[in-house]
């Protein structure tokens, strides 16, 4: 696969704070997914990089936010610039206090996040190569139950799985060149874009205080937040649909089948068989989606 220096799709970044950024945080947040302490992975190991910029803050601030391709076999890193110099810094000090005292060492086969502390946490967003979808797929767990993969080029819902997270070897062992697969069956699916085949223009996404997404895109002049939560006491998540303003026409969105005692509820417009028609002024809605 080859893939443009354009997609600007980032591994767990969240919403930071002005004040003090905590670089252990930051760094979990959006890095830990390709770069390992000791080993190379997707991306160089902290220790590589501690020996390339332990002296060097400025330098490790302007790679990231405009790195290049350098190895002809790994991926090209995504810009970095969202983050913001103090945080790039706050990164950057994490990484050579971490990465002091360690050596480098032949990566392990196998996958190198199924069932450790970094997979085990809850919620999780990874930037990851998955089937059934495009390149600039994501994949979040929410919880210890509901998992699903975001399509960042198309900007929708992909699928949902309930269960384990992902098994990541064939894209780690491939350097980016295979696909992760879900760790569970699939549970729901939406074969085509709920709010209509219109050109989409991927936004970024961002993290709550709790390190729940919200991703924001633009289908033709419509600007959508869109924001995931579990739910407490079913299996399921709500679904957060926002307008930058107010839709000028109705909006039909039409839902696939759902398994057998497993629903979609809405808290606005009303159903029709598989139908939910929003009306015009419509400025947000959520869906609540239960599985048995």
Known sequence: MKFST?????????????QAPDGALLFNQN?????????????PSLVEMRALYQDKPADFVKWAIAPQKKRPNAIEMPSMAHLGEPALLAIHGYIMKAAEGAKEKKAAAGDRFA?????????LVMRIFMPD???????????????????AGPCRLRYVWTGGFVDGYAYWRGNGHGLAKPLAP??????SPLLGDVAARFRGYNLDPKGFPTF???LGALE?????????KETGFTRKFTFAVPVTDALALTFPDVPEKAGVRSDAGSWSGKVLTLPAGTTSFTLTHVFP
């Open 6 to 18: 354009a997609l600007f799709f980032l591994v767990n970044f969240g919403r930071l704070s002005a």
């Open 31 to 43: 890095c830990a997914a390709c770069h390992q302490l000791d080993q190379m992975i997707v991306g």
């Open 115 to 123: 069932g450790s502390p970094t997979q085990a946490v809850r919620p």
């Open 133 to 151: 979808a495009g390149p600039a797929s994501i994949a979040v767990a929410l919880d210890s139950r509901v998992s699903f993969c975001w399509d």
């Open 186 to 191: 699939v549970r729901y699916t939406e074969a």
């Open 216 to 218: 924001r895109y633009q």
């Open 224 to 232: 959508v937040s869109e924001s995931y939560l579990p739910l407490e």
